[in-house]
């Protein structure tokens, strides 16, 4: 069982910057692949960014490549997700997701995720 707790979201003009934080609880962080979603008014969940158990591997969407880093620090039970160069575009809710396999682009592959934080970009 895992516990997701999102928090750094805020207001931003185009071109700044914001780090969320996805902080877990559970033993077993270490095993899960994380990932980043994220949901916009009246459109569907939308895949982010993901790592590996390990760290080694991430993945990320083609309009956030470049931009966000998603990254995991094992000795807190927190994944991170930088998000440089907003854009008006970004504006959604952020959510974090666990999965004990591999992560990936989908959703349905993840069966722990968390609340969300509200990322809001000003143009």
């Known amino acids: 069982q895992v516990q997701l707790v999102e928090s750094g979201g805020g207001l931003v003009q185009a071109g700044g910057s914001l780090r969320l934080s996805c902080a877990a609880s559970?033993?077993?962080?270490?095993?899960?692949?994380m990932g980043w979603f994220r949901q916009a008014p009246g459109k569907e969940r939308e895949f982010v960014a993901a790592?590996?158990?390990?760290?080694?591997?991430?993945h990320y969407a083609d309009s956030v490549k470049g931009r966000f880093t998603i990254s995991r620090d094992d000795a807190t039970n927190t994944v991170y997700l930088q998000l440089n160069s907003l854009k008006p575009e970004d504006t959604a809710v952020y959510y974090c997701a666990a999965d004990p396999a591999r992560g990936g682009v989908s959703s349905d592959e993840y069966g722990y995720w968390g609340q969300g934080t509200q990322v809001t970009v000003s143009s």
């Open positions: 559970g033993r077993t962080f270490s095993s899960y692949a």
């Open positions: 790592i590996s158990w390990s760290g080694a591997t991430t």
